[in-house]
């Protein structure tokens, strides 16, 4: 298996998952939705397939090509992953789909959940992410289809990307918020807490992933976790902003980050354990420390 067809790629995991492919030796080609976007994906090493996800020819045809297709553009677009894992029945190509853990989440408001999942473990799903575990259970499925179908599953992810894109989505919200206050920020009393992974680490596991997982496998991705009010103090400490946190309810969080941002990624517990990832694949993250990363961040 060498080339690899990614989708997201210029985005922060797609990105950094292709620059990892490259590293070990793969060719990778990358889809990308703008000409302008060209030139940037060429000079990192990728080939750069002009397209989107709902164009069903040109994704069949980007799929025909590889060996293997990583989708890391858009964990709800139902319909990509249908034409996809279509053009791959019977091919006993790999599929690797990326989800995201907030499918374990609930509307928490900043209240702490004990509540840890692991692959195993059957999920009492929100209403609003009912239709992301049915695509994950879809993918899965499809390795009675001669398709080799994994799902990654990352966690809150922080670190600077390898691609083009360089930040994630939810730490470098909480220190944008808290600038424009002048104090770190969480929503209700901030006891909600996330498993959260390093984008390096969680690169390297796309990789183990593509060269060892069985069909049919679904691995969480975390090495650590933080509530939101201890990453609210850790960016205090990072931009001498006091001890104190501030706290807004999910009204005002709706209007900063809309429904799915508020209740799911700011205001929810989504805590998951990757046992099975470091037995199964060898998986061993280099980075633990989300709170480290943003006391010692640079501007």
Same mark, same amino acid.
């Given at each position: 298996?060498?080339?690899?067809?990614?989708?997201?790629? +210029?985005?922060?995991?797609?990105?950094?998952?292709?620059?990892?492919?490259?590293?070990?030796?793969?060719?990778?080609?990358?889809?990308?939705?703008?000409?302008?976007?060209? +030139?940037?994906?060429?000079?990192?090493?990728?080939? =750069?397939?002009?397209?989107?996800?709902?164009?069903?020819?040109?994704?069949?045809?980007?799929? %025909?090509?590889?060996?293997?297709?990583?989708?890391?553009?858009?964990?709800?677009?139902?319909?990509?992953? /249908?034409?996809?894992?279509?053009?791959?029945?019977?091919?006993? @190509?790999?599929?690797?789909?990326?989800? $995201?853990?907030?499918?374990?989440?609930?509307? %928490? !408001?900043?209240?702490?959940? &004990?509540?840890?999942? &692991?692959? &195993?473990?059957?999920? &009492?799903?929100?209403?609003?992410?009912? $239709?992301?575990?049915? *695509?994950? @259970?879809?993918?899965?499925?499809?390795?009675?289809? !001669?398709?080799?179908?994994?799902? *990654?599953?990352?966690?809150? *992810?922080? $670190?600077?990307?390898?691609?083009?894109?360089?930040?994630?989505?939810? /730490? =470098?919200?909480?220190?944008?918020?808290?600038?424009? @206050?002048?104090? $770190? +920020?969480?929503?209700?009393?901030?006891?909600?807490?996330?498993?959260?992974?390093?984008?390096?680490?969680?690169?390297?596991?796309?990789?183990?992933?593509?060269? !060892?997982?069985?069909?049919?496998?679904?691995?969480? /991705?975390?090495?650590?976790? /933080?509530?939101?009010?201890?990453?609210?103090?850790?960016?205090?400490?990072?931009?001498?902003?006091?001890?104190?946190?501030?706290?807004? #309810?999910?009204?005002?969080?709706?209007?900063?980050?809309? =429904?799915?941002?508020?209740?799911?990624?700011?205001?929810?517990?989504?805590?998951?354990?990757? #046992?099975?990832?470091?037995?199964?694949?060898?998986?061993? =993250? @280099?980075?633990?420390?989300?709170?480290?990363?943003?006391?010692?961040?640079?501007?």
């Amino acid at each position: 298996m060498k080339t690899v067809f990614v989708t997201g790629v +210029t985005g922060y995991i797609g990105g950094s998952v292709a620059i990892q492919l490259l590293k070990k030796g793969y060719q990778v080609s990358g889809l990308i939705r703008k000409k302008s976007e060209e +030139t940037q994906v060429k000079e990192l090493g990728i080939e =750069p397939l002009l397209g989107s996800l709902e164009e069903v020819h040109a994704i069949e045809e980007y799929i %025909d090509r590889a060996d293997a297709v990583i989708n890391v553009a858009d964990a709800d677009n139902s319909f990509f992953v /249908a034409t996809a894992l279509e053009r791959l029945k019977g091919t006993g @190509k790999t599929f690797i789909h990326t989800s $995201g853990s907030s499918i374990v989440a609930h509307r %928490d !408001n900043g209240e702490r959940s &004990d509540k840890i999942y &692991d692959e &195993d473990m059957e999920i &009492d799903a929100a209403l609003e992410k009912i $239709g992301r575990i049915a *695509i994950n @259970k879809s993918v899965l499925a499809h390795s009675s289809q !001669n398709v080799r179908t994994i799902v *990654i599953v990352p966690t809150m *992810i922080y $670190g600077h990307g390898l691609g083009v894109k360089k930040d994630s989505i939810q /730490a =470098p919200k909480m220190v944008e918020l808290a600038k424009a @206050k002048g104090i $770190g +920020t969480h929503i209700g009393k901030g006891e909600n807490i996330w498993s959260n992974v390093h984008i390096q680490d969680l690169a390297a596991l796309y990789v183990l992933a593509l060269e !060892n997982a069985e069909a049919g496998s679904i691995f969480f /991705a975390e090495n650590g976790s /933080a509530s939101f009010k201890e990453i609210a103090v850790a960016i205090n400490k990072r931009f001498n902003f006091g001890e104190e946190t501030a706290s807004i #309810d999910i009204d005002e969080a709706i209007k900063l980050w809309n =429904p799915e941002g508020a209740h799911f990624a700011f205001g929810s517990n989504s805590r998951v354990k990757s #046992d099975k990832a470091r037995k199964i694949l060898g998986w061993a =993250p @280099k980075y633990n420390s989300l709170l480290h990363f943003l006391e010692t961040l640079e501007e």
